[in-house]
């Protein structure tokens, strides 16, 4: 009995996600970079470039998504990637500025007042809060779908 080589129907998952993960870096890169050079609030210009950011994410999605598709959990991993890197680096920037203005500012108190009396309260808390609810309702439905979506 012969055993012919199987077509595989998966995609190159590397070849795929890699460059969608350095884009990404390197898009959130641009945006704390331009937060910072701005006066270190996040203002209309900085969500306007995180919108931009999140438009790529959806055409990226939209032209590669039928050989994401092709990838076990493609879809979800594709959000997960997003996910981490843009609420990392809002969050990453805003400890950075936490820890900067702490010692500016006589007490911790003072410091958690600022934080959470300025925009970064919704780019750090809320955000994470609310797209993390997301992300777990997308890998739920991934895990029941078995990995693979329609």
Same mark, same amino acid.
């Given at each position: 009995m012969t055993k012919a080589p199987q077509k595989s129907s998966s995609a190159n998952a590397r070849a795929l996600l890699l460059p969608y993960t350095l884009g990404l870096v390197v898009a959130m890169a641009v945006v704390q970079v331009v937060i910072a050079a701005t006066g270190g609030e996040v203002t209309i210009l900085a969500g306007g470039l995180t919108a931009l950011v999140a438009i790529g994410i959806a055409v990226w999605l939209w032209r590669t998504l039928r050989v994401l598709m092709r990838v076990r959990f493609g879809v979800a991993i594709a959000h997960v990637i997003a996910f981490v890197i843009v609420t990392a680096s809002f969050n990453l920037h805003a400890i950075v500025r936490v820890m900067a203005i702490g010692f500016e500012v006589d007490g911790a108190g003072d410091t *958690?007042?600022? @934080? @959470?009396? $300025? $925009?970064?309260?919704? +780019? +750090?808390? *809320?955000?994470s809060g609310l797209w993390g609810l997301g992300l777990l309702i997308h890998l739920i439905g991934s895990v029941i779908g078995h990995g693979w979506e329609d």
């Amino acid at each position: 009995m012969t055993k012919a080589p199987q077509k595989s129907s998966s995609a190159n998952a590397r070849a795929l996600l890699l460059p969608y993960t350095l884009g990404l870096v390197v898009a959130m890169a641009v945006v704390q970079v331009v937060i910072a050079a701005t006066g270190g609030e996040v203002t209309i210009l900085a969500g306007g470039l995180t919108a931009l950011v999140a438009i790529g994410i959806a055409v990226w999605l939209w032209r590669t998504l039928r050989v994401l598709m092709r990838v076990r959990f493609g879809v979800a991993i594709a959000h997960v990637i997003a996910f981490v890197i843009v609420t990392a680096s809002f969050n990453l920037h805003a400890i950075v500025r936490v820890m900067a203005i702490g010692f500016e500012v006589d007490g911790a108190g003072d410091t *958690v007042r600022n @934080l @959470l009396e $300025s $925009s970064w309260f919704g +780019t +750090t808390i *809320v955000m994470s809060g609310l797209w993390g609810l997301g992300l777990l309702i997308h890998l739920i439905g991934s895990v029941i779908g078995h990995g693979w979506e329609d």
